[in-house]
Every structure is written in structure tokens, then in C-alpha cells.
């Protein structure tokens, strides 16, 4: 379930086992599009989701990573994820939504066109990338949801190395 508050900023119930009919929890993902394609995240690393803030640019950085913003006292990096998987971008507005997330190590914003739902999949749903030839990098599986398939991302594999060289040089 997704709640807005007064500021306009979305905020995700905790992740919850929902035991289905064969006695296995399901998984919570929050599901976004990018281009015109239906991804996720899983809803255990997600902060929060809130509408576009100020972003201080970082010279030098790759065309993805748009720079940093402070998240409750923290330095966190935005990466556009349309320009990281070489989809056709757009321009970010006040509205446009940023999911802030853990990957494991670091916080991360990411922008997303749209958020569109927390869904909850059966594990038996998701496929592991490495059945269809593809390395865990940016997908952590893809399921299959009503409404075609889902791509849910590795937040572990969003950061490049060159940026999180840069942030373990910053102690971020």
C-alpha cells in the first residue's frame, strides 16, 4: 500500500509475508515504469518515494548519475535509471517521482517516469536472470504479472564502480 502525506511525498508500509495457498510468502515489490517498460523493486529496500528534489550536480560525473541530494542528513546519489539502461529519457520535473532505496551498501535516488503499484508475487513467479543468459548486474528476475512481465531490479548492482569509488572516497 502506497500513503501520500500533506507534502506530497509517498511513503511504503513495511514489507509483509502474505502467506499464500501453498504456505510460501510472497514478495512485495513496488512497480515503476522506465520508457515503456513495467519494472521493480523489491519493497524491503525501499526508504521512501517522494516527488523530485534539488539536485546538486557532480562535475565530472557519468550521464546517468544526475549528482546528490541530502536525504536526511545524508549524501545520496541520483541516477536516472532511463539513461543507465540507454532508454529514451526524459526531462525530471517537481513531480517526477524519485524512489530513495538501499542497495546493500549505500543509499541511492532513482528516478523513475511513474510509480505505479506495490504488487505481491509468488517466488515460484520469478524467474532467476541467469535462466534466460542474463548476469544478476541490474536484474534481480523477472516475473510474470498479470499484465505481461516485470523486470525487478538488483539494487546491489545499480551503483557503477567509478561512482562507488567516489562515495567510499567521500564516506558517504
Known amino acids: 500500500m502506497i500513503k501520500r502525506d500533506a507534502n ?43 516527488r523530485m528534489v ?27 535509471l532511463e539513461a543507465r539502461f540507454g532508454l529514451e529519457t526524459h526531462t525530471p520535473s517537481l513531480v517526477t517521482p524519485i524512489i530513495i532505496a538501499w542497495t546493500g551498501k549505500y543509499a ?13 508475487i509468488n517466488p515460484y513467479d520469478i524467474m532467476e536472470p541467469e535462466e534466460f543468459g542474463q548476469p544478476r548486474r ?14 525487478i531490479m538488483n539494487p546491489a548492482g545499480l551503483l557503477s564502480e567509478r561512482l562507488m569509488s567516489r562515495l567510499e572516497g567521500a564516506d558517504v
Open 108 to 120: 541511492v535516488g532513482l528516478i523513475a517516469r511513474e510509480i505505479c503499484e506495490v504488487l505481491s
Open 138 to 151: 541490474h536484474v534481480a528476475g523477472v516475473a510474470k504479472i498479470d499484465d505481461g512481465l516485470l523486470l
Open 8 to 50: 506530497d511525498r509517498y511513503f511504503i508500509q513495511p514489507p509483509m509475508m502474505v502467506e499464500s495457498n501453498d504456505q510460501t510468502a510472497t514478495t512485495q515489490v513496488l512497480s515503476f515504469m522506465l520508457g515503456k517498460q513495467l519494472y521493480g523493486l523489491e519493497v524491503a529496500y525501499i526508504y521512501e518515494v517522494s
Open 54 to 80: 534539488a539536485i546538486t550536480e557532480i562535475p565530472d560525473s557519468p550521464p546517468d548519475v544526475l549528482g546528490v541530494i541530502d536525504y536526511r542528513g545524508t549524501v545520496v546519489p541520483v541516477i536516472d
